[in-house]
């Protein structure tokens, strides 16, 4: 696996990293699954999943948007992301990638916490010293 590989699986799945590393790599729904089945081929575990309010014009009047704390700028869509409390974190305790996918998109949606502004935001399992071409 090589850096400028995951990198440029980045800019092509359009997927944002808050930061210099690669946490949070917050990632629009449509380009979800081919991002995590690129990840796995890369043998890239996604260690932590977090969700933000997708602060895109889009969404900006959805049901009483914008919700969460804040948050960057989005590099590929007009608007922001706005990062949602503790609660909607969770850390470490996904198999593999595949049971990301199912949170995502099968797990998360039924719970009461699930508001469809809600976009995920992926913590890859890289080398700590790694640095995201993005910032």
């Not at 797990?107 to 010293?129: G, K, M, R, T």
Request: aromatic share 14%; net charge negative.
């Amino acid at each position: 696996m090589l850096k400028e590989d995951l990198d440029d699986l980045l800019e092509k799945s359009k997927a944002q990293p808050v930061g210099w590393g690669y946490i949070d790599c917050i990632i629009k729904p449509d380009n979800v699954t081919e991002f995590v089945n690129k990840l796995t081929e890369m043998d890239i575990r996604i260690s932590a999943l977090t969700w933000w309010c997708d602060c895109t014009d889009k969404k900006m009047n959805h049901d009483g948007c914008p919700h969460g704390m804040g948050g960057p700028d989005s590099r590929f869509y007009d608007g922001w992301f706005s990062e949602m409390p503790w609660d909607y974190v969770r850390c470490d305790d996904f198999e593999d990638n595949t049971e990301v996918l199912n949170y995502i998109f099968s797990n998360f949606p039924q719970s009461e916490d699930y508001l469809p502004c809600l976009i995920p935001a992926l913590w890859l399992d890289v080398p700590d010293d790694w640095r995201n071409i993005q910032c």
